[in-house]
């Protein structure tokens, strides 16, 4: 199963290139000192400079460089979307699962919590959230994300286990003697895998999106520089007035390249999955056509 | 006769569904079952989608309560079962169900299935022991070479080697009763009485209780000793195989008889002779709301005042043999023998129509 | 009304009597997998004559399914006919033509007026949201575009009548109905343009036995009212054996065994129909252990050389694990086993 999908283009592409901004982030510091560039430094010979030899991705405002602001925010980005997305995915299960597996009152209990968290108004409750505590670092952000964006996960998951649980095998280890607890984990969420893993792809890309949305509105880290740091530093330092593109561009490209990567590793594995999918039955179709072309009989389509 | 070793007594299951705009609606899926489970005893509940027999398994199986009505184990009553009187019930009656395709974890190997019923009900064994107990219970089931079917995933099994699978993990807790819901019915023919024979000799080796639920009555008759005959959630008919089938007593009863293939029948039986009287027979009722009385008096062509309004009561008409009919009580049984049922009732049927 | 033979006679006495429907001679079917072509249905031959009832038995793996799509043309990908024809000529003696090469257009033609088919799950490919009697209406106007509204809604009542479904249920929808009912209507609806041809993939499979008893007491009140042929489809042979005039008996996607009921019930040759007879336990006949068929159906991908039923066959000898038999006739009645082997008897 694993060769196959790797075999798939749009998995392959989407895994390097998540890949290397994975690398990216983790390495930064390293990539940084072996380039000789530093995020933090102002190079007042070269303030709001276009792409150089010694700039290759230009100069901020402050004449800090680009290419290496688009590095270090790789850290701050990934870490926060990762972290975010774990986060999030943790409490969808720890929620959903057992809303789907007990049913019941524990059931529509968690169900009614899960429906409030999707109701709610996200945005003005996270500038509450963050107005009331004292300094957002990066960890608080992913914090933030996770709890507030749980809920849709939570929904899929209960509707899956319960789904699982009803399956024949699951009442016959029940009948067995099975306590609940070893059915859950042995039995009902190892099915559950592919959905926990696509949630946490599109919750990367949500909460790669989340914190550079929230630092655009000015809820960030101020000392940590991100993706959202630096296009909301470019905003106020207009830079689209001043034409300064190369300052919004990098950081917006990178955001953009790994909602994709992450979009397109989700679409690979679907396909897979459902093998009704388009894709997969325009593989079948060729293999079909093959097989009619070899045939001794002209069967017309 | 033993004492049984797991008994109905009376046993009433109503379920409430929601039927559309809030309101709600009541499935009598089972009303008033009394039925016996002796050791070393086969007992066949034969009956037709909707006659209740399923939800019985599961009641007997502790699914689900009763509504009403008792389920005794041992001569004991069951309450609700909770902790250790859970573990002890799991014990003793095990349940097969129809899917083998269902019935075992994809993403399990046989090994872990096997291995998870031997830890659940023989505390502080070694690993080795359960081993050994392992490749014991697959040579039981006449999967050989045992270690090379532990390793396997059941998609790597056939229908048969996995049903196999299922019965064996049943076995390994030691059970005294065996249901099976239909476990022979999605199987390949040419398998099925491979199946049935196996069933056969563990019953006879281990002295188990089997309560074998099927729609095939020719199925039901090779394997069992005692017939039981359900109609939309009631019995209405049970004794032993050979008087039931060879000399039915209840009109659906052999209604079903007669429907059944049988190309052992009379060769010389022309096709029309075989189908042409069954035009139209009628189908069984909703449980939501069945007809009173006897449930099958709406397609009865012996129907009287009596079945319209009073619920029949079991009446012997034989050793061990009893069937829930009016007319045995008013000395009208012998006209069961008669005629051809499927004629009677789709005369009986049409001729109400027009 | 005509009134058409109702049992072929053992002897299917003067062919120049019986005529043939449908001619079906080599048919092969294959599946284009991700590791190869599989062959589900291999070499398949036989005619089918007017009226009359033909059953095809077999198990899983057996292709009885895969030869219903490729006589009907529903198959979808990844399934293709690689070779063979079915040469279908019709009741007026206009020109034959092979339904395998048929062009789509062509075919529609022939699709319900004179070939129609009825699956399984029939019951569930009535449309949830129109009215029966408009899904008929559908069919008849589609294929005779001068019926009125009203006539075609007289013949749907009618036809639902056939069934035993009363006319006034003509305007409930699918699922007021019950589940017999249902299919009962799909059958109605499969014969409302009167169809030479009726194909049935299991079609009672999926209700119990006293319906299943009713439903096919009417159609064969219908066939013979109408006279259609009816290719049966099920895994059940002792249904078979009171139903058909012949049966088919298909094993690993080959015909075996082709035969009138009667002999096949009586004295079948091939070890496979043996087996599969004596699988079905008396109802009424005295209880004695039997014992089915050892071992389980092929996997089609992995054909072992020669026979694919030898590793079951009780009466396996070497030409059979390395020659694959062909279907030979017999008189009336074929079979594909080297014992029968006129060669081999003798020896």
């Given at each position: 199963m694993r060769a196959s999908l790797l075999r798939n283009g749009k998995v392959l592409f989407g895994v390097v290139v998540l890949g290397f901004f994975v690398l990216l982030a983790l390495f930064g510091p390293m990539v940084l000192s072996a380039l000789g560039l530093d995020a933090r430094a102002n190079d007042i010979s070269a303030i709001a400079a276009p792409p150089s030899p010694e700039h290759p991705l230009g100069t901020t405002q402050f004449g800090q460089d680009v290419l290496a602001q688009v590095i270090e925010g790789a850290r701050g980005s990934m870490f926060v979307g990762f972290l975010g997305a774990a986060i999030g995915t943790a409490i969808a299960i720890v929620v959903g699962v057992p809303a789907g597996y007990f049913g019941g009152t524990t059931g529509n209990l968690l169900n009614f919590v899960t429906n409030i968290f999707l109701v709610m108004p996200v945005l003005p409750l996270i500038f509450v959230v963050a107005g009331y505590l004292q300094g957002t670092g990066l960890v608080m952000i992913a914090i933030i994300i996770g709890v507030f964006g749980w809920a849709g996960g939570a929904r899929t998951l209960r509707a899956q286990a319960m789904s699982v649980r009803n399956r024949d095998f699951v009442q016959a280890m029940r009948m067995l003697g099975e306590p609940h607890r070893r059915l859950i984990f042995v039995e009902v969420l190892p099915h559950l895998y592919g959905w926990i893993a696509s949630m946490f792809l599109g919750g990367l890309i949500g909460a790669v999106m989340a914190e550079a949305g929230l630092a655009f509105l000015g809820v960030s880290d101020s000392s940590a520089i991100s993706w959202g740091t630096m296009i909301q530093a470019a905003q106020q330092q207009s830079a689209v007035l001043r034409g300064l593109w190369w300052w919004f561009v990098p950081p917006g490209l990178c955001i953009a390249l790994v909602g994709t990567a992450a979009a397109l590793i989700n679409f690979g594995v679907d396909e897979l999955a459902n093998p009704k999918l388009r894709a997969a039955s325009r593989r079948v179709a060729k293999r079909t056509e093959s097989v009619r072309r070899e045939a001794a009989v002209a069967e017309r389509a | 006769m033993t004492e049984p070793v797991l008994e109905a007594v009376g046993v009433t299951k109503h379920f409430t569904v929601a039927s559309g705009l809030g309101a709600k609606a009541t499935v009598h899926?089972?009303?008033d079952i009394t039925l016996q489970l002796v050791p070393g005893r086969v007992t066949a509940v034969v009956g037709e989608s909707g006659s209740g027999k399923t939800t019985l398994a599961r009641l007997l199986a502790r699914f689900y309560e009763p509504t009403s009505g008792t389920i005794r184990l041992e001569g004991r009553p069951v309450g609700r079962p909770r902790g250790d009187a859970e573990l002890a019930y799991r014990k003793a009656v095990q349940l097969i169900f129809q899917d083998p395709f269902g019935s075992l974890n994809p993403l399990h190997r046989v090994r872990h299935n096997i291995d998870r019923a031997i830890r659940l009900h023989h505390r502080g064994l070694s690993r080795s022991d359960r081993l050994a107990r392992a490749r014991e219970l697959l040579e039981r089931v006449a999967l050989t070479p045992a270690d090379d079917y532990l390793e396997?995933?059941?998609?790597?099994?056939?229908g048969g080697q996995r049903q196999r699978v299922v019965i064996a993990r049943a076995l390994a807790v030691e059970p005294r009763v065996l249901l099976g819901d239909?476990?022979?019915?999605?199987?390949d023919v040419s398998i099925r009485l491979e199946m049935l024979n196996l069933l056969d000799r563990l019953r006879r080796e281990d002295g188990l209780a089997l309560l074998y639920i099927t729609h095939d009555i020719a199925s039901a008759r090779y394997l069992c000793d005692d017939i039981v005959v359900m109609y939309a959630g009631r019995i209405v008919e049970a004794g032993p195989k050979e008087a039931v089938i060879a000399d039915p007593q209840h009109p659906y009863t052999k209604l079903l008889i007669e429907s059944s293939p049988d190309p052992h029948r009379d060769v010389e039986l022309d096709r029309d002779d075989v189908?042409?009287?069954?035009?139209e027979l009628g189908e069984p009722p909703s449980l939501i709301d069945p007809p009173a009385g006897c449930r099958f008096h709406p397609r009865c062509p012996f129907a009287m005042e009596q079945c319209r309004t009073t619920r029949p009561p079991r009446i012997e008409v034989g050793p061990g043999h009893g069937a829930d009919c009016w007319l045995h009580d008013v000395g009208r049984g012998h006209e069961l023998a008669a005629a051809s049922m499927t004629r009677l009732v789709s005369r009986n049927l049409t001729e109400e129509v027009s | 009304m005509t009134m058409i033979q109702e049992r072929r006679p053992d002897a299917a006495a003067g062919d120049a009597g019986s005529d043939v429907l449908l001619e079906v001679r080599g048919l092969t079917v294959e599946y284009a997998g991700p590791s190869g072509a599989v062959r589900a249905c291999a070499d398949v031959s036989f005619d089918l004559h007017r009226g009359e009832i033909l059953g095809v038995v077999g198990e899983s793996g057996s292709g009885k399914s895969t030869l219903i799509t490729a006589l009907t043309r529903l198959q979808r990908p990844p399934a293709v006919t690689t070779a063979g024809r079915v040469v279908y000529r019709p009741r007026e003696g206009g020109p034959a033509v092979d339904l395998v090469t048929l062009s789509p257009r062509r075919l529609r033609g022939l699709r319900w007026t004179r070939l129609s088919i009825v699956l399984q799950s029939a019951m569930d490919a009535l449309n949830p949201v129109t009215r029966l009697g408009e899904q008929f209406v559908d069919v008849l106007r589609t294929h005779?575009?001068?019926?009125?509204r009203a006539a075609a809604w007289e013949e749907a009542r009618r036809l639902l009548g056939l069934v035993g479904i009363s006319a006034d249920r003509a305007r409930s929808f699918p699922h007021e109905l019950s589940g017999g009912m249902r299919q009962r209507a799909t059958i109605a609806l499969a014969l409302a343009c009167r169809p030479e041809l009726v194909v049935m993939d299991e079609p009672t499979t999926a209700v119990d036995v006293v319906m299943q008893r009713q439903i096919l007491a009417q159609v064969l009140r219908l066939r013979r009212e109408f006279g259609f042929a009816v290719v049966f489809v099920t895994h059940d042979l002792s249904l078979l054996l009171e139903l058909a005039d012949r049966i088919a008996v298909m094993y690993a996607g080959r015909i075996v065994e082709l035969a009138a009921s009667r002999e096949i019930y009586r004295a079948p040759l091939h070890p496979y129909t043996q087996g599969l007879r004596d699988s079905f336990p008396p109802l009424h006949a005295p209880v004695e252990r039997l014992e089915g068929i050892p071992g389980t159906p092929p996997d089609l991908r992995l054909l072992p050389a020669g026979c694919p039923f030898a590793p079951r066959c009780p009466h396996a000898f070497d030409r059979c694990r390395t020659e694959q038999p062909a279907l030979v006739d017999h008189g009336e009645r074929s079979v594909a086993c080297h014992l029968r082997d006129p060669e081999e008897v003798r020896s």
């Open positions: - | 899926a089972v009303e396997k995933f059941p998609h790597e099994l056939s239909e476990p022979i019915s999605m199987l189908f042409g009287s069954a035009d | 005779d575009r001068s019926l009125s």
